[in-house]
């Protein structure tokens, strides 16, 4: 099963001494069997706990039958470990796993990936604002600059289907989401459908993914191209077949990067519930294989992407980081990546069986028992000499309980709550997952 061989890799990634070699930051690193050897240290960044680190470091102590440590001694053990670590556990053990064989699901034999940027608040300090930089902020109620604040951009590759991430990076805080996306089309192969939301569709995105021989579906905005613009006002058929050329302003910089000068897109005009209209620009210029129809239920898939990013930052925590270092920033990112990706194919069974289950609502299985059961196992399952197939049925287990009710063809209102609100919920409501 896949769940098992996921499990199974991390495992023999994180005790292979090549693997220790490529992801610490010197080879005098991580040499001494001491109290804090290099899988238990990647272990507690992953794990990423809200906790005080004193108790973290604590608990892993009491697990592995050792004498007590401090938290500085895990905090300078953890800057001897590189990022990348976690880079190459979700590559090998999450993506390589899913995708071994035809056995995932996909849209129109497409695989569905969307691609998304989200801004990232991180520890104000010096070392943090010179590595990512900054963004100024106001009060909201005038434009008077207050302050600046330190802010990374994620970018994610993300399989909205099979909801694993194929290829994540944290950019600059002033960076080009276009920039950064375009680096994505590495991970990418013949056969896979791009989606992205409405910043995306630029004459050098749509030309970079057709150089590429990707297909994509992007909504346009209200100021993206004429046609678009047109369509968006009722006007004209709600499918076009057009020919894009770039605009005299960017032709050097197109023939520059050696890109078409010409690409044959379709436009496609679809009705929300709400009444308005959506225009998605797309390579799919069939129309009879592609029916117009079928396009606002593909363009939803997208809302995946953001859930990945709520699911990160709200039920994982990233933005309460572990550390206050830059490689503490990035360890803790690509770690709650490979987590996410990790929990999908571990839950796979788990959620089976509720699909299975005659309700009267359809079930989820409830991320904040998967995530704190995963963390609360993660010893068990990664650096015991227990049989992992126990501990994975253990999980299965843990899983099933207290799942998610979901209510379909639901539309509630999005609410601006006040800022008094915001507060009183993480102060007083909200129940940490770990």
Known sequence: MKKQRAVDLSKELIEDEAFKARHRHSEKMFMRDRRLPFPLVLTLV?????KSLQNVVNEAMIWANEDPITASAYSQARYKLKYT?????????????????????????????????SKIVLPNNNAICEEFGTIAWTNGKTAEIQGERPYALASVLYDVLNKVALDTMLGKAKAYEIDLAIKHLS???????????????SYRMLSEIYKSKRDFVARCSSSSFSVARQMLKGEGPD??????????????SIRELNLPLSITVRFVRVRLSTGEFEVLVTS???EILYTTADFLKLYYL??????????????????????????????????????????????????????????KHPQIVNHAVSFNALKNLAFDLLLSDFDSNIVVQKLTALFLTNPCIVRNNRNPQRKNSSSRTLLNFHKRIKKHCF
């Open 85 to 117: 670590a976690f880079i190459e556990l979700n590559k090998v053990a999450v993506v390589d796993t899913l995708y071994s064989d035809s056995d995932y699901k996909t849209f129109w034999g497409f695989r569905v990936l969307g691609i998304d940027g």
């Open 239 to 252: 499918s076009q077949i057009v020919t894009l050329t770039p605009c005299a302003g960017q032709m050097s």
């Open 302 to 359: 997208r809302w995946e992407v953001e859930t990945f990013y709520g699911l990160i930052k709200t039920r994982l925590e990233l933005e309460n980081f572990t550390g206050i270092g830059v490689e503490a920033i990035r360890q803790d990112f690509h770690a709650a990546v490979y987590l996410t990706g990790l929990e999908s194919l571990l839950t796979s069974s788990a959620q089976a069986t509720l699909d299975a289950k005659e309700t």
């Open 284 to 286: 799919l210029l069939d």
């Open 46 to 50: 992953l794990r990423n706990s809200v």
């Open 187 to 201: 991970h990418t192969n013949t056969g896979d459908l791009i989606i992205m939301d409405r910043n995306y569709p």
